[in-house]
């Protein structure tokens, strides 16, 4: 595999066999070594055979270290996930300042991904039931993601309207509950007061006080 920078190509075989066995990369990893004398000053950048950018290095106004340069150290970047490796890399080095250059005394690369795609399409059912919206992960009214209009309580089925003996309840069908009561007269030690108490969903009442 070739892999540039320098604005010349490189060979490095020391460009991990992982690379060669991985259909769809997820991390990439890069290890630089360049004595330069203001670390501020350079930018790396990374481009894969596809011509994806990543910035690994990005300028630094404040970084004015102008004796140690970067010794073998790592940069990473996530940003070819899932990508095909095979073909061209190129690390591109560039220095800002008006004056001086940049020498890189070595480079690797190492790529961190999987053989196949962990997700397949072929495990997807091949349609969802026409009452669910946004998808679903099964066959069936009862794994919809979200629903059309109203979802079961009971059973969690996607359903068009709300059979007998439930009502609608934000977006849920809710069983009837045969607890519903009006007019319940509720005294105090002070005062008389009356309360109409009704059961509007699962676990859900309102109350109206005078």
Request: glycine residues 8%.
């Amino acid at each position: 595999m070739r892999f540039t920078g320098y604005g010349a190509p490189y060979d490095y075989g020391d460009f991990y066999s992982e690379l060669y066995s991985s259909d769809s990369g997820e991390d990439i990893y890069d290890w630089l070594q360049s004595p330069h004398p203001r670390r501020g000053d350079v930018e790396i950048e990374l481009t894969s055979p596809a011509g994806t950018r990543s910035i690994l290095l990005p300028n630094r106004d404040y970084d004015f270290v102008n004796t140690e340069g970067y010794d073998n150290w790592p940069f990473m970047s996530v940003h070819f996930w899932g990508e095909d490796p095979t073909g061209t890399w190129t690390l591109r080095t560039t220095f800002r300042a008006s004056s001086g250059h940049i020498a890189v005394k070595d480079a690797s690369v190492t790529m961190l991904g999987v053989a196949e795609v962990p997700i397949s399409a072929s495990t997807l059912p091949p349609s969802c039931h026409p009452t669910c919206v946004r998808g679903c992960h099964a066959e069936g009214p009862e794994n919809c993601d979200a629903c059309k209009n109203f979802r079961l309580i009971s059973t969690l089925e996607c359903v068009d309207d709300c059979p007998n003996g439930t009502h609608p309840f934000n977006k849920y069908c809710v069983i009837d509950s045969e607890d519903d009561v009006n007019g319940i007269q509720c005294p105090t030690d002070e005062v008389e007061s009356y309360i109409d108490a009704k059961s509007v969903g699962l676990g859900v009442w309102q109350w109206l006080y005078w």
